[in-house]
């Protein structure tokens, strides 16, 4: 049997945990230990008494439901919220002040382009361009449609294993690399989207003709070759002729033939009139022949 006055010690107590063992605290300031093996029994003494003595601070656990739910939570495609809730938060969605509009939005385009700096880069990769155009003796430019970047690859890789070598520029680039030289025929080819291929033998156009020939989005819009300006037909009508060598053979044996003919013509008569001098004397001898005959009988 516990008495009234060890109850009022015990509910006063103040659990303090120590190093894992629960130490009390009295109401006359004296702390003790409880052994591990009392802890529960002093704890489960003190709610008994407090249940015994305050029969209104009984605690009662609710009933609790757990309840699953089929379909998964969308976080990409929430649900629309209910009205209420989102007009609420309609209504406290903060508003920020608008950015300062810049100015250069009001200016016109001629105004806005009076002010650009030009861009050194642009002036070297121009030198680049002008020294392509110098050093090559073929230039051949192509109106380039929509292809991809792994078929662009591929016709690169043929086109450098035969000496020839593709490129791309913007327009403005051509434009200040071809201005005041006797290359600024060729600019009103660099309108639309463009690629060009450089190579320093003119030779090489039939193999670019049977290269591009399997891209059709790469059409031939013209080219230099050796410092002439040809469209188009004239290129094809180009890789058509003969080597140099060949066609430096043609060259002599026609020239020896106008030299043969010449001396040919300039023999004619004196050939001719060789000929009738020597019928004319075959005829002489037939008819002498054959008097001598009949003068032995």
């Known amino acids: 049997m516990v008495d009234s006055k060890t109850v009022v010690t015990i509910i ?5 945990p120590i190093r894992g063992n629960l130490a009390a605290k009295t109401v006359n300031s004296h702390s003790f230990q409880f052994p591990t093996l009392y802890q529960k029994h002093y704890s489960i003494m003190s709610l008994s008494l407090i249940q015994k ?6 605690s009662s656990t609710p009933a609790l439901q757990s309840v699953r739910f089929k379909g998964k939570i969308n976080i990409q495609r929430p649900k629309e919220p209910h009205y209420e809730r989102a007009r609420v938060v309609a209504v406290t969605q903060p508003k ?4 300062p509009k810049a100015k250069s939005c009001f200016k016109t385009r001629a105004e806005r382009t009076q002010q650009q700096i030009e861009n050194p880069y642009n002036e070297i990769i121009a030198r680049e ?3 392509w155009l110098d050093h090559s003796r073929l230039v051949a430019v192509f109106h380039l449609n929509s292809i991809t970047s792994d078929e662009i690859f591929r016709v690169r890789v043929q086109l450098h294993k035969q000496n020839l070598h593709l490129k791309s520029y913007g327009r403005k680039i051509i434009s200040q690399a071809v201005a005041a030289t006797r290359y600024e025929a060729i600019l009103p080819l660099f309108h639309s989207n463009h690629c060009i291929v450089f190579s320093p033998d003119q030779q090489t156009i039939g193999s670019l003709l049977r290269i591009t020939r399997k891209v059709p989005q790469m059409v031939l819009l013209g080219g230099v070759v050796e ?13 058509q002729l003969p080597g140099l060598q060949a066609v430096q053979a043609q060259l002599v044996q026609t020239l020896n033939q106008a030299a043969g003919h010449l001396v040919q013509q300039m023999q004619a008569h004196q050939q001719s009139f060789v ?22 009988k």
């Open 12 to 16: 006063q107590c103040n659990y303090i």
């Open 53 to 58: 003595i305050l029969p209104l601070a009984k």
């Open 96 to 99: 920020y002040p608008e950015p």
């Open 129 to 131: 361009v002008r020294n």
């Open 227 to 239: 410092d002439t300006l040809l469209s188009r037909n004239e290129l094809m009508a180009y890789a």
């Open 275 to 296: 000929q009738v001098l020597d019928v004319h004397a075959k005829g002489e001898v037939k008819e002498t022949t054959p008097e001598l005959t009949e003068e032995p």
